[in-house]
Each structure stands twice: as C-alpha cells, then as structure tokens.
C-alpha cells in the first residue's frame, strides 16, 4: 500500500510510513523537512565555529586582561546616556538607566545626577 500524507510542516507529500514525530518541530514531519533542520543545524555549528576561530585569531600578545578591558569598554558604552545639543551650554540629556530626558549644562556641570532616578550624569 503506497499512503500519501501532507507534511504540516511544509505541505509536501510523503508516503505515511516515512514519517517522524520531529522533537524540535513537535509535529510528525516528512523525511525532507528532517533532512532540511540537520542540514541548517550543521550550517549554524560551522558558522559559529568560524566565529570562534576568528576570536582565537586576536593580536599578538591578546590576553585575558585585554578581554577584560573590552568587556567594560562594552558596558561602558551601553551604559553612558545620549546627549543633542540645544545651544552652546546646554544639551538634551537621555538617561540610560531611566529613560528621563533632561536638559544638561555641560559648562556648570548641572544637575550632576538624573532628577528622576538619581544616576550621575556622564556626559563628556
């Protein structure tokens, strides 16, 4: 008996007995759209073994310190507030921790903290 069924999946036709109950799409799958996950899983490990060998791949005399010191460069970014210039003194300050925005006076330097939630202005 040769018993065609529709794929849920991706609405092929396969023969009933070749079908697989999929635990990644937790459905009963045709044969094809198993191969295609295999086929994308094994594209996505190549991918991120090439990242890591391009991570291995840093300047000669990189080390653990260096690491270190991106890392906080990195939060340090994430974490300044962003500042649009209004005038000659002063400039529309967005807080990252709150989100407030408030006007800056980057030559008195006030207010020194965000009025809403109290987080020091870094505005260089």
């Known amino acids: 008996m040769d018993i065609q069924a529709k794929?849920?999946?991706c609405g092929r036709m396969?023969?009933?007995d070749e079908f697989v109950l999929d635990y990644v799409y937790k459905?009963?799958?045709c044969p094809n759209c198993v191969k295609e996950r295999k086929i994308a899983?094994?594209?996505k490990e190549h991918d991120e073994k090439k990242i890591l060998i391009r991570e291995e791949e840093k300047a000669p005399g990189w080390d653990k310190e260096d690491e270190y010191l991106e890392r906080v460069h990195m939060e340090r970014q994430?974490?300044?507030?962003?500042a649009e210039k209004i005038?000659?003194?002063?400039v529309r300050y967005h807080c990252q921790k709150c989100g407030y925005n408030?006007?800056?006076n980057f030559i008195k330097?006030?207010?020194?903290k965000c009025p809403y939630c109290g987080r020091e202005v870094d505005y260089e």
């Open 7 to 9: 794929c849920k999946r």
């Open 14 to 16: 396969a023969r009933a």
């Open 27 to 29: 459905v009963m799958v």
């Open 41 to 43: 899983e094994r594209k």
């Open 78 to 82: 994430a974490m300044a507030g962003s």
């Open 87 to 90: 005038d000659d003194e002063r």
């Open 102 to 104: 408030f006007l800056y």
């Open 109 to 112: 330097k006030t207010p020194a």
